[in-house]
């Protein structure tokens, strides 16, 4: 059974930093890019970073690039986002996801909150 | 990286046919096929119902099924049930590796 089991949300002030871990089993995680996905409270979803199977590419919504950085490590099964200078509007619950055209697989999602 | 167009609710009685709309434009719906539709239930995370616009992943019943016409893809869910009231979201892939969302669609069995 595929699972994705995201962890490091929390409550953190604008300006500061924040990492994300997606732990993933069930399949081999290797042979597939996943991506982050958000959600603000009450609206949509938005798509936020990708990264291919070996790591060797990394694609990102113009609002984060510059500010977040999307990682994994293979050997872990394990998926990373790494969130600087956050933002307000950066409040949402982030999901991992699998797959590079569409999001097969979800995990359950972790909050995270920018507020003074 | 503009997010495509769904009408904000949609409803149905039980049993009957509902069509949610996605409109995009040539450089995510129309020039891909690569359109999803998830559901996603009051505080719980999407699933994916449909994929590469028609496609069923396993699990997920018939009465769910999509298309796509030039720049619109389509979900209709038929024999509507209550269990299928919930958020839908489409999604396009809009090219340099780049995933948009529609804003989500409301749907209601009346």
């Known amino acids: 059974e595929v699972q994705l089991v995201e962890s490091g949300g929390g409550l953190v002030q604008p300006g500061g930093s924040l990492r994300l871990s997606c732990t993933a089993s069930g399949f081999t995680f290797s042979n597939y890019w996943m991506k982050w996905v958000r959600q603000a409270p009450g609206k949509g979803l938005e798509w936020v970073a990708n990264i291919k199977e070996d790591g060797s590419e990394k694609y990102y919504v113009d609002s984060v690039k510059g500010r977040f950085t999307i990682s994994r490590d293979n050997a872990k099964n394990s998926l990373s986002l790494q969130m600087d200078s956050l933002r307000v509007d950066d409040t949402a619950v982030y999901y991992c996801?699998?797959?590079?055209?569409?999001?097969?697989?979800w995990g359950q999602g972790t909050l995270v909150t920018v507020s003074s | 990286q503009s997010a495509l167009t769904q009408p904000p609710s949609a409803s149905g009685s039980p049993g009957q046919s509902v069509t949610i709309s996605c409109t995009g434009t040539s450089s995510d719906v129309g020039g891909y096929n690569y359109v999803s539709w998830f559901q996603q239930p009051p505080g719980k995370a999407p699933k994916l119902m449909i994929y590469?616009?028609?496609k069923r992943p396993s699990g997920v019943p018939d009465r769910f099924s999509g298309s796509k016409s030039g720049n619109t893809a389509s979900l209709t869910v038929s024999g509507l049930q209550a269990e299928d009231e919930a958020d839908y979201y489409c999604s396009s892939y809009a090219g340099n590796n780049n995933l948009v969302f529609g804003g989500g669609t409301k749907l209601t069995v009346l």
């Open positions: 996801a699998r797959g590079k055209y569409s999001c097969a697989y």
């Open positions: 590469e616009v028609s």
